[in-house]
């Protein structure tokens, strides 16, 4: 079935250093892969989203780009921040992008320094 | 943004209790929910997706009579768990489609622990 294998943590990096999640995926079909953050006492929030190949999805300085040949979706941000420091989960989803059942990674919590 | 709201966030409970987990979208109409299941340092596994008005849809494992959903309204979802027992203890997230846009919003979790 499908399945979202994601870079482990822990992961602290120093304020303004570069960022890399990995994020690999198996699936039928053509899914839409999402990366999700959690901060801290707070719920899931859409951080960005692909829907086909190629696409690349940005929000707050985080880019991913969808990459079929390689089934990846690795997440990247040139100059992390403190207020970064949270979890984050990749997800594939359905064809369409929106509420169809999300597949999720395991979470790689970050932790940025001063 | 839309705004999904859990309750409670942490509940203790004796074996052989039941509990209830509320889910609420606040300012928007929720046709469908999920609920999720998290062990540590483990990935959200789906336990069933639940549609206002009607019976929710379990995937594959999860008892069904053991994890009770009841989708009564288009702002509420509830997850109880009957006859809680130790390895019932996780993280419970609920999340809910908002039908404008389709996008998913998700609770804060509530964090169940069975003595």
């Known amino acids: 079935g499908d399945s979202v294998t994601q870079m482990e943590g822990p992961v602290t990096l120093s304020e303004e250093a570069f960022l890399t999640i990995n994020c690999t995926y198996t699936a039928t079909g053509y899914p839409s892969l999402f990366w999700y953050v959690q901060y801290p006492g707070e719920g899931l929030q859409l951080l960005l989203k692909a829907t086909k190949a190629d696409d ?59 | 943004g839309a705004v999904v709201s859990q309750h409670p966030s942490r509940v203790i409970c004796k074996s052989g209790t039941s509990v209830k987990i509320e889910c609420r979208s606040l300012d928007f109409q929720a046709t469908t929910m999920f609920w999720y299941r998290q062990f540590p340092k483990q990935s959200l596994m789906l336990m069933a997706t639940s549609n206002e008005g009607s019976k929710a849809t379990y995937e594959q494992g999860v008892e069904k009579d053991k994890f009770l959903i009841n989708h009564a309204s288009l702002t509420l979802s509830t997850l109880t768990v009957t006859s809680a027992h130790p390895e019932d203890s996780s993280f419970y997230i609920c999340s809910a489609s908002s039908g404008n846009t389709g996008e998913l919003f998700f609770g804060e979790g509530s964090r169940l622990t069975v003595l």
Do not use: I, M, W
């Not at chain 1, 999805?57 to 985080?62: A, H, L």
């Not at chain 1, 997440?75 to 989803?93: I, M, N, T």
């Open chain 1, 56 to 114: 690349k999805g940005s929000n707050k300085g985080f880019e991913a780009t969808y990459r079929k040949e390689t089934t990846s979706f690795h997440l990247e941000k040139g100059s992390v921040q403190v207020s970064d420091s949270a979890v984050y989960f990749c997800a594939l989803g359905g064809a369409q992008g929106g509420s169809e059942k999300l597949v999720f990674g395991k979470g790689t919590k970050l932790t940025v320094n001063p």
